[in-house]
């Protein structure tokens, strides 16, 4: 017999308490301890077997994962190059930002190549995924469509289809009969990821699990359910906008800095192979406070266009907004600007902007950066023609050198730029002749040599 006690759980991070607590001791979090009823088993003692003993890692034969192709050059690179069997992959992302839509397109493309692909779906029915297969023409007799939330009938699906690839949309709407709370819990969330991560390990099957976001942007629900999964996958992007970029957060069979771009169009996400064609398209060169700098996403070189805007102010505490940009490193640019080279931000908003939605990381961006706020403050447009800027910023007003920036300027020869303003410790590893490289080696010399 089962002994029945009732405990209070936190939505946010999982605490239990076997009380009510107005604040979680474990996330800090106000009203969020739910009432839930645990059920106990008395089991016996369990004899473990002692199949496995310990070996050299030496004399352990390690093995190539075998992937499936998923029809998608872009998911493919983000994955590492393909879906590997027996793997659990969860992606994240606003609402309405585009997963089902990539996710039918990828289950369509995997059920013509290889055999039976089941999509399970708790948010719509059948006959709303059947109204968006036809649009996106993923119509293939392989693609198995099921509404359904029961954990237990989901299994029962899987054993008598058979599939070799399954996707669950979305891991919050499911449930599991012996647990007494809500779907979207912490307790159910839990229990009925084991159980896919149990299906798809035994099963040697991919499972694909899609997961709703916090309105802060983080993926809701325990932090467990990413210690979980082998891949994290996160949808960015503005629904206003037509481009979005898929981006690894986590990939136990593969690197986590590469990203995938693409673009929502009528029949679908299409994959952009040359996103810095398309982040450059409606660039002008001749604006004061733009510069095109160059950034490294995983192996790919991608150039971007960042915007500057310093407006003087008469507000007590000056406005700092900075949209695709660590607002930390906007900071620290503002600084080095100040003391180096005596230019007076206190009195002025600024405003920064990376254009297409991009969001960078690092400090590739820096010296374009700079660049760009001294041309929007001076009231003066960089006189390089259509000039590539890449380069560190050292607190001392120093530019410091970068990675892979041949790659770089490669890519800027490829888009017909003219001339690359680098860092002077850069140069050994530059033998571009068809643009003209400008290299400097302090932020006052840049500046010098660009205005």
């Known amino acids: ?79 590492g190059g393909g879906l590997v069997r027996g793997s659990l992959t969860l992606i994240s992302g606003d609402p309405g930002i585009g997963k089902s ?30 109204m968006r297969g036809d649009r996106l023409e993923a119509v293939s007799p392989e693609l198995y469509i099921v509404s359904e939330t029961n954990v237990e009938l989901i299994e029962k699906h899987i054993n008598d289809i058979e599939p070799i690839f399954v996707i669950v949309d979305s891991i919050q709407t499911l449930y599991k009969s012996s647990i007494t709370s809500a779907p979207g819990s912490v307790s159910q969330v839990r229990e009925c990821s084991n159980d896919l991560m149990r299906m798809s390990k035994t099963r040697n099957v991919p499972f694909f699990i899609v997961a709703h976001v916090t309105k802060q942007g983080e993926l809701a629900g325990p932090r467990v359910l990413e210690h979980m999964v082998d891949t994290v996958l996160h949808f960015e992007g503005e629904r206003t906008q037509d481009f979005r970029v898929l981006r690894t957060v986590k990939n136990r069979f593969g690197t986590t800095s590469e990203i995938g771009v693409f673009e929502m169009q009528q029949q679908g996400l299409v994959e952009i192979s040359d996103p810095s064609r398309v982040f450059l398209e409606e660039t002008s060169f001749k604006q004061e406070g733009a510069a095109v700098i160059g950034i ?82 001076k009231g003066k447009e960089i006189n390089l023609e259509k000039a590539l800027i890449i380069g560190e910023v050292g607190l001392t007003g120093e530019v410091r050198p970068i990675s892979y920036c041949d790659r770089l300027v490669n890519e800027g020869n490829k888009m017909g730029f003219k001339n690359v303003v680098i860092p002077y410790r850069n140069k050994e590893k530059i033998q571009s002749k068809d643009c003209n490289v400008v290299l400097v080696s302090s932020l006052r010399e840049a500046i010098n040599k660009v205005f």
């Open 101 to 130: 839509t990539l996710l039918l397109q990828t289950a369509n493309n995997i059920a013509n190549k290889f055999g039976k692909v089941l999509y399970v779906s708790g948010e719509e029915s059948e006959e709303q995924i059947k």
């Open 296 to 377: 490294m996403e995983g192996t790919r070189p991608i150039l971007v266009e960042i915007q500057a805007l310093v407006s003087e102010t008469k507000a007590v505490m000056p406005r700092r907004t900075a949209v695709g940009v660590d607002s930390s490193r906007l900071n620290l640019i503002l600084a080095v600007l100040e003391k180096k080279l005596r230019i007076p931000f206190y009195n002025c908003d600024v405003y920064v902007n990376v254009v297409g939605g991009l969001n960078i990381d690092g400090t590739y961006a820096d010296l374009g950066l700079a660049l760009a706020l001294v041309s929007s403050v």
């Open 1 to 79: 017999m089962g002994k029945s006690k009732t405990f209070f759980s936190c939505q946010e991070c999982g605490y239990e308490s076997p009380k009510w607590l107005g604040k979680c001791p474990g996330c800090g979090t106000w009203n969020s301890m739910v009432e839930e009823e645990k059920v106990e088993t008395f089991k016996r003692a369990v004899t473990i077997s002692a199949g496995n003993t310990p070996r050299s890692i030496v004399n352990i034969k390690s093995g190539e994962y075998e992937r499936l192709d998923t029809g998608i050059a872009e998911l493919n690179r983000v994955l």
